[in-house]
């Protein structure tokens, strides 16, 4: 049985110890288990029956540590650590190697958008992986496996580029969205008329590349939509809309 | 029966006479038929089982007639037809007075991202209409409520507004995920890594607003990780991860 102990209890962590639990629970070998979690606060999460560990010098004995919190913290969290377990971070900025000090470490990174209110399907969820040796290799990816059918190496460069990608993905998609139901709420618009559409540019890319999908009037050059656009949208509104104008420009022009 | 004819089989032209085709088939009462469609290059669609017509003046008699041509066509579309039929067009950002050399006329604008080689729900798909008097409202609403469940009436400018919203929620929010698999293929990342985080990002905001459900190192003011994020990116994207990244940091500085 390999024994789990999660440091950290943001949106990430939370779901990862209630995944955690909910595998012990489901799996009849019960290889893995979360024997505690410890948080700053020292509050108990209501949705977890595990331990609370409010003291990161009486943390108890485990295999593996997962370090799930902020990323300006991991240097100083893992700093703080003399376990003998496997150490593991979880973020998709830091380099692996913050966590050298201990004999057998690595990274756990899921590119995942994780909120409280939501439930998480892990199983869909890709982890990314990375580890100094094949012991951590071993025991991260056992832990992995109960969790997800997705794994892959990736090392701390790639995994830069991935979170980067993921900010593109994920925060600068949804400010997207925020800003066209801005126009929408400030023109008394319904705000569900563009839902489907929504809908549509997400499905298509399932299948296809998006810079084959792209439409519009910045892929065809029409400068003059693009103009009235810019006479209806507030100032402040047009430098993004420029820019992005520009780069999908750009990114036929290469062709 | 209200007889239809399409002027047009673009991307959006090919969809809207299937759907009348499928319609026509479909309702026992045939209260809507396609009497036949037009386009430019003369080429029957194979798609289609109606009749092509390849001079405007030879168009059959008809009760509507879309317009389906691209925006800077309207106007002189409409020009030509001498039509006693109710005539509108399905632009997003074309004013419905364009058409005012009619009699009766109107807008039918679907604000949905068509291509030719996707099927679509008509049916989820909301039909924005406006109406130059009560006959062009009565028949504009009779084909549109045999095509969807969900339709509204939309005056010109909220109809310019919407379709710079959809600009955003497609054509942006596509070049994002472009850009990210831009850089994901640059650095030989599995091309699939991100497609949960593009569905959850996607899901979310179905019950939510979008503006709040932001993250990430803009939204935090995450100084350090914007820079880091600066110093992976090609020179050509600092303009577009800049100019988000400020977007999303003044909406909530706004609050």
Chains 1, 2 share one sequence.
Not at 32 to 61: F, M
Not at 106 to 117: C, E, L, R
Not at 219 to 243: Q, S
Request: proline residues 3%; aromatic residues 8%.
């Amino acid at each position: 049985m390999i024994r789990v102990f999660v440091i950290g209890t943001g949106n990430l962590g939370l779901h990862l110890c209630k995944a955690l639990e909910q595998n012990t629970l489901n799996t009849q070998k019960q290889t893995v288990k979360l024997v505690g979690y410890y948080n700053r606060t020292g509050k108990k999460e209501p949705q977890l029956s595990s331990k609370l560990y409010t003291d990161l010098h009486t943390i108890p004995e485990c295999d593996i540590l997962f370090i799930a919190t902020p990323d300006d913290t991991i240097k100083n969290v893992s700093r703080m650590l003399s376990s003998h377990a496997t150490i593991a971070h979880t973020s998709g900025s830091v380099s692996m190697n913050v966590l050298k000090k201990h004999s057998n470490y690595g990274v756990f990174y899921m590119p995942q958008s994780f909120s409280k209110q939501r439930d998480v399907n892990f199983n869909e969820i890709p982890i990314c992986l990375e580890y100094n040796n094949d012991e951590s290799k071993e025991i991260l990816e056992t832990v992995a496996s109960t969790l997800s059918r997705k794994r892959n190496y990736l090392n701390s460069d790639q995994r830069k580029y991935l979170h980067v990608a993921a900010v593109y993905t994920n925060n600068f998609v949804n400010h997207c969205y925020a800003k066209a139901e801005e126009i929408m709420n400030k023109y008394d618009i319904p705000s569900d008329l563009l839902n489907a559409l929504r809908q549509e540019t997400y499905l298509k890319t399932i299948d296809q590349p998006a810079k084959d999908l792209q439409t519009g009037p910045a892929k065809r050059g029409d400068k003059e939509t693009v103009e009235t656009h810019l006479k209806l949208l507030a100032e402040k509104d047009h430098k993004m809309y420029l820019a992005i104008t520009e780069s999908i420009k750009k990114m036929y022009e290469e062709l």
